[in-house]
């Protein structure tokens, strides 16, 4: 496979830079795989191409203001942190602009110096490692940390935006703190909406995984097989595994909510040969020719041109399918990417 078999080409006006007004305002186009047909409805009627005893699975991972600005000690330079994820006690792998400019031994000091980090070793994917004083950075994140909207999002973040990403850029269910950014699929459910479906004999089960740079780091090479992707943690209960497994083994459908849940579930699967309780790192790369093993349908958000989640959806419904569904996206004016519209692929 070559990468330009995953490109389109998409107008700026339609990439999202905020969420609907309601979260369950968004759109919502529904793809049927076997019937080869694409329809349109809103985000509030998904329940409407549910069945009772389906069961969605949801990635309860929580966004955590995880970009810091601060300034080299000594010096006074500018320094942007992304984090990514925690290596240890204190110590985060992180992205680091200007990186060239950054280099190991580096003291850099966040607001007036309540929190300190000193640069380690670059690591295999150009980022690094920063270790940070003291060592519990949540509390400071709260205070000092950005929303890490994706770059495609332009609009600046003053504080009252900060706030309102804070909640807008978080599903109503998020309560694992560790992501650095939302698994978007589930930003349109809300309360009621959940609460609906709960009604009408839609299941809920709950898995985590910590979203991190893995889900959206380019692919660099041509031919689609090279790429690798950057392992990210995950977690999945007992008591889910079996709430899934059951469903499955009464008929009904497992509808996973994201590519990240995707991911996990596909990562279990794989590894277990069934859906149990499991944890640990996924580096499951779900390209077209991936043998679906545990989900049944996907809702989703539209993803980039040539990027890692654009080809999952591609090997769940087909290429084909799925250029032809994004070109109607196109023409009837979806908003695309995370603060867009819905898909769900039945």
Request: aromatic letters at 8%; a positive charge.
């Amino acid at each position: 496979m070559h990468l330009r078999d995953f490109d389109f080409t998409l107008p700026a006006e339609l990439i999202a830079q905020a969420p609907a007004a309601k979260r369950d305002g968004s759109r919502l186009m529904i793809v049927d795989r076997q019937q080869r047909s694409i329809r349109h409805d809103g985000f509030a009627n998904v329940g409407n191409y549910l069945s009772a005893g389906d069961v969605l699975v949801v990635n309860d991972t929580k966004v955590i203001p995880a970009r810091l600005r601060g300034r080299k000690i000594g010096t006074g330079g500018s320094v942007e942190v992304l984090l990514l994820h925690e290596v240890s006690a204190g110590a985060w792998e992180v992205l680091l602009k200007p990186a060239a400019k950054v280099p190991a031994g580096t003291k850099v000091e966040f607001g007036a110096g309540a929190l300190r980090g000193r640069v380690g070793e670059r690591t295999e994917n150009g980022a690094a490692t920063l270790h940070f004083t003291p060592p519990d950075v949540l509390p400071a994140l709260a205070e000092l940390g950005e929303v890490p909207l994706p770059p495609y999002i332009k609009r600046q973040q003053p504080a009252e935006s900060r706030e309102f990403d804070l909640e807008r850029y978080q599903t109503v269910y998020a309560c694992q703190p560790g992501a650095v950014a939302a698994p978007t699929a589930g930003l349109h459910f809300t309360p009621e909406l959940l609460d609906d479906l709960e009604r009408r004999g839609i299941q809920r089960a709950t898995l985590t995984l910590h979203v991190g740079w893995g889900t959206f780091q380019p692919v660099r090479n041509d031919a689609v097989e090279q790429h690798r992707m950057g392992a990210e943690r995950y977690y999945l209960k007992a008591s889910e595994a079996e709430r899934i497994k059951r469903a499955r083994e009464l008929g009904h459908r497992v509808v996973a909510v994201g590519t990240t849940t995707t991911r996990t579930l596909e990562t279990i699967g794989q590894e277990t040969g069934g859906i149990h309780a499991a944890s640990g790192w996924s580096e499951l790369f779900i390209k077209p020719g991936h043998h679906f093993r545990v989900m049944d349908a996907l809702t989703t958000n539209f993803h980039l041109p040539r990027s890692t989640l654009f080809m999952l959806v591609c090997a769940f419904a087909g290429r084909n399918l799925m250029l032809e569904a994004y070109q109607t996206a196109i023409a009837n004016r979806y908003r695309f990417y995370s603060y867009g519209d819905a898909m769900l692929i039945v």
